[in-house]
């Protein structure tokens, strides 16, 4: 269960990301409403929805909605989630958001996240909206029954609250150190 | 005769529930018989001894099914199957399950 409860106000840091720059939730360029998503390279659950997170970021992006993917794992057990290796993938996967690494594992803890993929959404007035699954199928897009978080988006682009405010993330646990 | 069936986990990854019941409904599609076993793994000791790549771990006949050329063996990773249409998934395949287990 998140450290960051609904309704609360998000918690800010200064990551370095895979594009070269840092990224903190104020930063001016991000969008209104921010959705935090903690995944990392190697696991298959974040693999599996890597592309609906770009189709989402291309979606919503003229709705000023901004993603920002954080990996978390502990690089020395998971060479595959090393700095070098997010920014590899950033490139073979062209993503469309910034991608973070939160290396001391400090920004992870305070939102109490513990899969990847987990997704955290803050409204424009930055308080937590939605948090938990992307959507209900990781392995066939086009099985999908309920698209969690695009769901989530519609209605907070309209009235600022999501129907569906939780759902259980699922995925691999983040490896801490 | 009957195949053996063996399942490697952890405790930590959701892949074996959703694996069974692909297993099973497998065998059932194709009435092939089979003892289907699991066992949890607990330790990196025993992620070692088992050359253990990720939780689930199929065995079939003792031998691995899809196999991964690695050698990180970690006691609390996922792995990765690749699925018909060639993505990544944490599920095995079940046109490929379905081979194996007509060729076992």
Same mark, same amino acid.
């Given at each position: 269960?998140?450290?960051?409860?609904?309704? !609360?106000?998000? &918690?800010?840091?200064?990551?370095?990301?895979?594009?070269?720059?840092?990224?903190?939730?104020?930063?001016?360029?991000?969008?209104?409403?921010? &959705?935090?998503?903690?995944?990392?390279? @190697?696991?298959? #659950?974040?693999?599996? %929805?890597?592309?609906?997170?770009?189709?989402?970021?291309?979606?919503?992006?003229?709705?000023?909605?901004?993603?920002?993917?954080?990996?978390?794992?502990?690089?020395?057990?998971?060479?595959?989630?090393?700095?070098?290796?997010?920014?590899?993938? @950033?490139?073979?996967?062209?993503?469309?958001?910034?991608?973070?690494?939160?290396?001391?594992?400090?920004?992870?803890?305070?939102?109490?996240?513990?899969?990847?993929?987990?997704?955290?959404?803050? !409204?424009?007035?930055?308080?937590?909206?939605?948090?938990?699954?992307?959507?209900?199928? #990781?392995?066939?897009?086009?099985?999908?029954?309920?698209?969690?978080?695009?769901?989530?988006?519609?209605?907070?682009?309209?009235?600022?609250?999501?129907?569906?405010?939780?759902? !259980?993330? &699922?995925?691999?646990?983040?490896? %801490?150190? | 005769?009957?195949?053996?069936?063996?399942?490697? =986990?952890?405790?930590?990854?959701?892949? $074996?529930?959703? *694996? /069974?019941?692909?297993?099973?409904?497998?065998?059932?599609?194709?009435?092939?018989?089979?003892?289907?076993?699991?066992? $949890? $793994?607990?330790?990196?000791?025993?992620?070692?001894?088992?050359?253990?790549?990720?939780?689930? *771990?199929?065995?079939?006949?003792? /031998?691995?099914?899809?196999? /991964?050329?690695?050698?990180? =063996?970690?006691?609390?990773?996922?792995? *990765?199957?690749?699925?018909?249409?060639?993505?990544?998934?944490?599920?095995?395949?079940?046109?490929? $399950?379905?081979?194996?287990?007509?060729?076992?």
């Amino acid at each position: 269960m998140p450290n960051i409860k609904l309704n !609360d106000p998000y &918690v800010n840091f200064l990551l370095p990301a895979t594009d070269g720059i840092n990224y903190s939730l104020d930063l001016p360029s991000l969008g209104k409403i921010k &959705v935090v998503i903690f995944s990392c390279n @190697h696991c298959p #659950y974040a693999q599996a %929805w890597e592309d609906r997170i770009i189709s989402i970021q291309k979606k919503y992006s003229n709705d000023g909605v901004s993603v920002i993917m954080i990996s978390s794992n502990n690089s020395t057990e998971y060479p595959e989630d090393s700095f070098e290796k997010m920014k590899e993938r @950033h490139t073979e996967k062209n993503f469309n958001f910034p991608y973070l690494y939160d290396e001391t594992q400090e920004i992870a803890k305070m939102y109490g996240a513990e899969r990847t993929p987990e997704v955290f959404v803050f !409204d424009e007035f930055g308080l937590l909206r939605y948090t938990g699954a992307i959507d209900d199928n #990781y392995e066939d897009e086009s099985a999908v029954t309920s698209s969690y978080l695009m769901n989530a988006l519609d209605s907070i682009i309209q009235d600022n609250k999501a129907d569906v405010e939780i759902t !259980d993330a &699922v995925g691999c646990t983040i490896k %801490w150190k | 005769m009957s195949i053996n069936l063996l399942i490697l =986990y952890n405790d930590s990854c959701p892949s $074996l529930n959703p *694996t /069974i019941k692909r297993i099973n409904e497998v065998l059932e599609e194709n009435n092939i018989e089979a003892n289907l076993s699991t066992k $949890l $793994l607990k330790s990196d000791e025993e992620a070692n001894n088992w050359k253990f790549i990720g939780s689930p *771990t199929i065995y079939i006949n003792k /031998i691995q099914f899809e196999p /991964i050329d690695s050698d990180l =063996y970690r006691l609390e990773n996922c792995r *990765t199957f690749v699925s018909d249409e060639g993505k990544i998934s944490p599920l095995p395949s079940k046109n490929k $399950l379905q081979k194996a287990l007509s060729e076992a």
